[in-house]
């Protein structure tokens, strides 16, 4: 006996694993911003959250620097995924006619995001490397969430590259629209 799974199976799973990763990355971005401002209004020993406490002792408008950093990039992150999961729960992937104006649109936004998930991943390297030289202890960036910045601008050109694509994909698709 063989099992076939489809792709519209595939797809009903990866909305159930896309939702999972929002909720999961909007609870990390929530905490990121919580715990800054409460850093900062309420208890100032609570810096030692994301290890953070020596970044805070040596100037705290540094510490607001870092906690931007990470609280942008996680809401990108939960952004992309909204963007996923939206897409998914409203069934606007169509398999028979992929070629959309919509589905343009959604590959260029997910481009755009990557792009500042990496640009802010990389000031946050750029910052990080900055202040370790001044001689202040950090967390590595893999524990803070801001690792990768290469990766994710390369994801960003390769998803460009095919949003043209499908922007073709699209012009072609109209074409023969119209002459049928």
């Given at each position: 006996?063989?099992?076939?799974?489809?792709t519209p199976?595939?797809?009903?799973?990866?909305?159930?694993?896309?939702?999972?990763?929002?909720?999961?990355?909007?609870?990390?971005?929530?905490?990121?911003?919580?715990?800054?401002?409460?850093?900062?209004?309420?208890?100032?020993?609570?810096?030692?959250?994301?290890?953070?406490?020596?970044?805070?002792?040596?100037?705290?408008?540094?510490?607001?620097?870092?906690?931007?950093?990470?609280?942008?990039?996680?809401?990108?992150?939960?952004?992309?995924?909204?963007?996923?999961?939206?897409?998914?729960?409203?069934?606007?992937?169509?398999?028979?006619?992929?070629?959309?104006?919509?589905?343009?649109?959604?590959?260029s936004?997910?481009?755009?995001?990557?792009?500042?998930?990496?640009?802010?991943?990389?000031?946050?390297?750029?910052?990080?490397?900055?202040?370790?030289?001044?001689?202040?202890?950090?967390?590595?960036?893999?524990?803070?969430?801001?690792?990768?910045?290469s990766?994710?601008?390369?994801?960003?050109?390769?998803?460009?590259?095919?949003?043209?694509?499908?922007?073709r994909?699209?012009?072609?698709?109209?074409?023969?629209?119209?002459?049928?």
């Open positions: 006996m063989e099992i076939k799974i489809g199976q595939i797809l009903k799973i990866l909305n159930v694993l896309s939702w999972i990763i929002f909720i999961g990355l909007c609870v990390e971005a929530g905490m990121y911003l919580f715990n800054g401002i409460y850093t900062m209004t309420i208890n100032s020993y609570n810096a030692r959250f994301l290890d953070l406490l020596d970044l805070y002792n040596f100037s705290p408008s540094f510490y607001i620097q870092e906690i931007c950093f990470i609280s942008i990039v996680a809401t990108l992150k939960a952004i992309m995924f909204y963007l996923i999961v939206k897409m998914l729960h409203e069934k606007k992937l169509n398999i028979e006619q992929p070629f959309t104006a919509e589905m343009g649109r959604f590959i936004y997910l481009s755009y995001l990557a792009f500042g998930i990496g640009l802010f991943s990389f000031w946050a390297f750029k910052f990080n490397n900055w202040i370790t030289s001044n001689g202040v202890k950090l967390p590595t960036l893999e524990s803070l969430n801001l690792e990768g910045h990766i994710w601008i390369f994801m960003a050109i390769v998803m460009f590259v095919v949003g043209q694509i499908f922007k994909g699209i012009e072609i698709q109209s074409e023969i629209d119209l002459t049928i």
